[in-house]
């Protein structure tokens, strides 16, 4: 382990106790510093506490700077620090790939004004910063949102920070259909609130223009994406406000103290919220491809357990279960009438499929916490014999995570029934992954899947 992953998992042990059992520092902290050290002590203790409260400060400030190189917006989702109008056209990327995801016809992003840096929403509570509809127009330029006295269910959802699903909105008074986001055709729709905890700031509004309620796994993941954009947003927000602290000469160290109990419960929210995300996401993609059991789960696992019958590290082994976990990914934001098609799929369907794990690729690549497994799914359809997708590599130029996951990833299918067929028994699959050992498969990851299985 390197010094610096050692100071990175010192800092995640430590705990506000840190300079506890000090009363001195309390007293400093107090603001009545001055008074004890006039009256009560002498000139000389009295410099050797300033010394040992600016020495505390100094390593405090340490602490907070290598937090924030560790955790700074590159490793969170890229949401915020926009200055510019043109910059939140992220927004309406974002807004595309979770209409996409749902199989829904609209969504649309609102943010709390202390988020919206470079757009003037009129002192609204609520502003509109990204939608999935495309515009004639500048959106932005018509100031759309929500204030804090509306009687809107999605100021209903912002307060009460509770998810509304509502398949018939046509029976609800307090939807006022906005006429430029084309809400006059809304027929259902669901609203989640984007918040760490009671730190709310903003929601995801879903439409659709035919009475519809969003699938359980679908709508579990659009809590999960709401929360982590919540907990990533406030974390920013924290190490903006950190970054002042340390800047400051004459602040206090119990300030310090707080600031870092704060980011360092952010961090592990974050990261509980990620791991969340990974598991959500692989179960709608198993909803949308229509397995009958929770495929991307299973190959995830049977993933794990190859890499440790190969003697594989820890670390590897972690990046090449979540890797399992998506390797289907880009099959996410694809209709599930195109997975529900028994007959024969057209050129365009089957291309669709084809390209699927670009797609997902893509996806990864917008969130920057799993970029250590994007090498592992883009290359887990290459083949040993170097006629597969999509670089044609070959034998052990693929990455050994990628065989991994193929291996794990055919049997697993052919193991599991499916809307158009029945389960394959463990034997035959396990003689087709045999026969096509060195064509399709890495032979070493197949003698390990048998040597596993047949233990």
Same mark, same amino acid.
């Given at each position: 382990?390197?010094?610096?992953? @050692?100071?990175?998992?010192?800092?995640?042990?430590?705990?506000?106790?840190?300079?506890?059992?000090?009363?001195?520092?309390?007293?400093?902290?107090?603001?009545?510093?001055?008074?004890?050290?006039?009256?009560?002590?002498?000139?000389?203790? %009295?410099?050797?506490? !300033?010394?040992?409260?600016?020495?505390?400060?100094?390593?405090?400030?340490?602490?907070?700077? @290598?937090?924030?190189?560790?955790?700074?917006?590159?490793?969170?989702?890229?949401?915020?620090? &926009?200055?510019?109008?043109?910059?939140?056209?992220?927004?309406?990327?974002?807004?595309?790939?979770?209409?996409?995801?749902?199989?829904?016809?609209?969504?649309?992003?609102?943010?709390?004004?202390? &988020?919206?840096?470079?757009?003037?929403?009129?002192?609204?509570?609520?502003?509109?910063?990204?939608?999935?509809?495309?515009?004639?127009?500048?959106?932005? +330029?018509?100031?759309?949102?929500?204030?804090?006295?509306?009687?809107?269910?999605?100021?209903?959802?912002?307060?009460?920070?509770?998810?509304?699903?509502?398949?018939?909105?046509?029976?609800?008074?307090?939807?006022?259909?906005?006429?430029?986001?084309?809400? &006059?055709?809304?027929?259902?729709? +669901?609203?989640?609130?984007?918040?760490?905890?009671?730190?709310?700031?903003?929601?995801?509004?879903?439409?659709?223009?035919?009475?519809?309620?969003?699938?359980?796994?679908?709508?579990?993941?659009?809590?999960?994406?709401?929360?982590?954009?919540?907990?990533?947003?406030?974390?920013?927000?924290?190490?903006? @406000?950190?970054?002042?602290?340390?800047?400051?000469?004459?602040?206090?160290?119990?300030? =310090?103290?707080?600031?870092?109990?704060?980011?360092?419960?952010?961090?592990?929210?974050?990261?509980?919220?990620?791991?969340?995300?990974?598991?959500?996401?692989?179960?709608?993609?198993?909803?949308?491809?229509?397995?009958?059991?929770?495929?991307?789960?299973?190959? +995830?696992?049977?993933?794990?357990?190859?890499?440790?019958?190969?003697?594989?590290?820890?670390?590897?082994?972690? =990046?090449?279960?979540? %890797?399992?976990?998506?390797?289907?990914? !880009?099959?996410?934001?694809?209709? @599930?009438?195109?997975?529900?098609?028994?007959?024969?799929?057209?050129?365009?369907?089957?291309?669709?499929?084809?390209?699927?794990?670009?797609?997902?690729?893509?996806?990864?690549?917008?969130?920057?916490?799993?970029?250590?497994?994007?090498?592992?799914?883009?290359?887990?359809?290459?083949?040993?014999?170097?006629?597969?997708?999509?670089? !044609?590599?070959?034998?052990?130029?693929?990455?050994? !995570?990628?065989?991994?996951?193929?291996?794990?990833?055919?049997?697993?299918?052919?193991?599991?029934?499916?809307?158009?067929?029945?389960?394959?028994?463990?034997?035959?699959?396990?003689?087709?992954?045999?026969?096509?050992?060195?064509?399709?498969?890495?032979?070493?990851?197949?003698?390990?899947?048998?040597?596993?299985?047949?233990?």
């Amino acid at each position: 382990m390197t010094d610096k992953e @050692e100071l990175g998992a010192s800092l995640f042990s430590r705990s506000l106790d840190l300079m506890e059992n000090d009363p001195l520092e309390e007293i400093f902290a107090l603001n009545i510093g001055d008074f004890i050290s006039e009256y009560l002590i002498s000139e000389d203790l %009295a410099n050797k506490i !300033g010394k040992d409260v600016k020495d505390k400060t100094t390593k405090l400030k340490s602490q907070l700077k @290598e937090l924030i190189s560790i955790y700074s917006l590159d490793n969170t989702l890229c949401v915020l620090g &926009f200055n510019s109008q043109d910059e939140y056209v992220v927004y309406n990327s974002i807004a595309k790939t979770l209409a996409q995801i749902l199989d829904a016809d609209a969504c649309h992003i609102y943010l709390t004004d202390e &988020f919206t840096h470079g757009l003037n929403f009129e002192n609204k509570l609520l502003g509109l910063v990204g939608s999935s509809i495309d515009f004639d127009e500048d959106i932005y +330029a018509k100031k759309l949102g929500y204030a804090k006295d509306d009687k809107s269910i999605v100021v209903k959802a912002f307060n009460t920070l509770e998810k509304i699903q509502i398949k018939d909105i046509s029976n609800v008074e307090n939807f006022t259909p906005k006429y430029e986001l084309r809400e &006059f055709d809304v027929k259902s729709l +669901a609203v989640v609130p984007m918040h760490n905890n009671a730190h709310v700031v903003g929601i995801i509004v879903i439409e659709n223009y035919k009475e519809k309620m969003i699938k359980r796994a679908y709508m579990n993941l659009l809590e999960t994406i709401a929360r982590l954009f919540g907990t990533s947003m406030h974390l920013q927000k924290t190490i903006e @406000e950190t970054e002042v602290l340390i800047n400051d000469e004459n602040v206090f160290a119990e300030d =310090l103290q707080h600031k870092r109990a704060e980011l360092t419960a952010l961090i592990g929210d974050l990261g509980v919220q990620q791991q969340a995300f990974v598991e959500k996401l692989a179960k709608a993609v198993d909803e949308k491809g229509q397995y009958k059991v929770a495929h991307s789960q299973k190959t +995830a696992e049977l993933s794990k357990k190859l890499c440790k019958q190969l003697g594989l590290n820890e670390k590897t082994t972690d =990046l090449v279960y979540y %890797a399992g976990l998506l390797q289907n990914i !880009g099959k996410i934001t694809l209709p @599930e009438s195109l997975f529900a098609n028994k007959g024969k799929l057209s050129k365009d369907e089957w291309e669709k499929l084809q390209n699927h794990p670009n797609v997902g690729v893509n996806l990864l690549m917008n969130i920057n916490f799993l970029s250590e497994v994007i090498p592992y799914i883009h290359y887990h359809k290459e083949r040993w014999d170097g006629k597969g997708e999509p670089e !044609g590599l070959k034998g052990c130029s693929i990455p050994f !995570g990628s065989r991994i996951i193929a291996v794990a990833d055919a049997y697993t299918a052919m193991t599991s029934e499916r809307s158009y067929r029945e389960a394959m028994d463990k034997e035959s699959a396990l003689n087709i992954l045999k026969e096509e050992a060195g064509i399709k498969w890495d032979p070493a990851v197949v003698n390990a899947l048998f040597d596993l299985l047949n233990k």
